[in-house]
């Protein structure tokens, strides 16, 4: 092919692609000119549209706050509203660019009355939508009072809890302790208690436990209230219901202050109260067999004296019979007492680094009690004054310390009264 045929063939393709952009570029255009007649023509024009709302009761509601009463009705409503506007502007339309309120402004004080409802838009972007209220009552029945408000405690019926054999309702505590009542004043003015039901259980109680218990509020006579402007911070109490189980235990004294080796179960005792009926958890009382209630000083004994002694159960127990003391007495027959002047004074178990050296050389008047028949035997010399180390102020200098009295060679004589001994500590 000769070359101006080349040339002439490229020319004829030049104006084939330029044909094809024109052809496309006006095939763009009309379809963008069609849509834009079928948005006029079917969106852009007067229309309308329906949706559903509730009524807000919280809005605008300065027309009756300044009369000092409150919505106490808690009033719920629901309507249909139509839109009426251009089609673009409607399809931009939520739930939250319009409220549905009552009319306020016919309020007056308290009592009942019928408000009719109100429909506006919110935003400037939708004031060319008119919106109307389609239902055929347009109105809502809305209650108002002076409103009350206190905080009262709960009170628990426990007619319906039942322990089982050989157990107590020792204790109940609800959750929440305290509730607060709201509403109509001349409602909350009637209320007097509110009370937790304990519901009954499918059968008798031996352990502790927790139930659901509805709360009731009553007048002062006990009768329930029907409260229809009124309502209550909770309405059920969770109930701790605290099981022990009772016990009846053999009585001990705790004796305090015995001179080392003697023997505590020389001494014949009675308490007025030999056992005591009891309450407590039951991992607590199943391994008791006795129960020591009281502590004997025995540095204060005396020949023919009885001591009250205030009743001190351990953590956790409870008398069931209303007892505080019992009384202690002694079988004194055939015990007697002597008086000797103690010599024999010696320090041990001192741990106190240095000398110490005892000043005191004799205690005097030391009073022992024991079988007369043993005492008669006994000299001073068999006598011992003990000062315990321990006791022992390792700062040094001179001290005044307690001693104890012990008689080696017996088991049956014990010293009454406190006596001490002076020593000196060198460092």
């Known amino acids: 092919m000769k070359k101006h045929d ?9 104006e ?3 044909n094809e952009d024109l052809r496309n570029w006006l095939i763009a255009f009309l379809v963008a000119v069609a849509a834009w007649l079928v948005v006029t023509m079917n969106y852009d024009k007067n229309t309308s549209t329906e949706m559903t709302a509730y009524v807000n009761f919280n809005y605008n509601t300065a027309a009756y706050d300044a009369l000092g009463v409150e919505i106490v009705n808690q009033p719920q409503k629901q309507v249909t509203v139509k839109f009426s506007g251009s089609g673009i502007t409607l399809g931009q339309i ?9 009319d306020y402004s016919s309020v007056r004080g308290s009592g009942e009355t019928t408000l009719n409802l109100i429909v506006e838009m919110v935003g400037s972007q939708f004031a060319s939508v008119q919106p109307t209220i389609v239902d055929s009552d347009r109105t809502v029945d809305v209650v108002f009072a002076t409103v009350d408000e206190k905080t009262m405690t709960v009170t628990i019926d426990s007619q319906e809890v039942q322990p089982a054999q050989g157990y107590i309702l020792n204790r109940m505590v609800a959750n929440p302790v305290e509730v607060t009542v709201r509403g109509a004043e001349e409602e909350v003015a009637k209320i007097d208690k509110i009370v937790a039901h304990v ?14 218990a509805p709360l009731e509020a009553q007048d002062a006579d006990g009768n329930p209230l ?17 099981i022990y189980q009772v016990k009846e235990l053999p009585l001990t004294i705790n004796f305090i202050n015995v001179p080392t080796g003697f023997d505590i179960s020389s001494l014949s005792y009675h308490l007025d109260q030999e056992t005591l009926l009891v309450a407590g ?16 000083d025995l540095s204060t004994f005396q020949l023919g004296k009885s001591y009250p002694l205030a009743l001190q159960l351990p953590t956790g127990l409870i ?11 002694f079988e004194t027959e055939g015990l007697a007492e002597k008086t000797v002047d103690v010599s024999n004074i010696r320090v041990v178990n001192s741990a106190v680094e240095g000398s110490v050296t005892i000043v005191t050389n004799k205690i005097r008047s030391v009073t022992l009690i024991g079988p007369k028949e043993e005492l008669e035997q006994i000299s001073s010399t068999q006598v011992e004054a003990q000062i315990l180390g321990e006791d022992i102020n390792v700062t040094g200098g001179q001290q005044n310390i307690p001693v104890q009295i012990v008689v080696p060679s017996s088991s049956r004589i014990f010293a009454v009264g406190n006596y001490t001994a ?6």
Do not use: C, M
């Open 319 to 329: 008398s069931q019979e209303g007892i505080t003391a019992v009384n202690l007495t």
């Open 226 to 242: 029907d409260l229809e402007y009124t309502s209550l911070s909770a309405y059920t109490a969770e109930v701790i219901l605290q």
């Open 199 to 212: 519901p009954p259980q499918e059968q008798p109680l031996n352990a502790t436990v927790t139930v659901d």
């Open 94 to 102: 939520h739930a939250d660019d319009f409220v549905v309120y009552p």
């Open 16 to 18: 084939v692609h330029i």
């Open 6 to 14: 080349w040339s002439a063939v490229r020319d004829r393709l030049k």
């Open 422 to 427: 002076t020593v000196q500590v060198d460092q």
């Open 281 to 296: 958890p039951e991992k607590t009382l199943s391994g008791l067999t006795e129960i020591s209630v009281a502590s004997f």
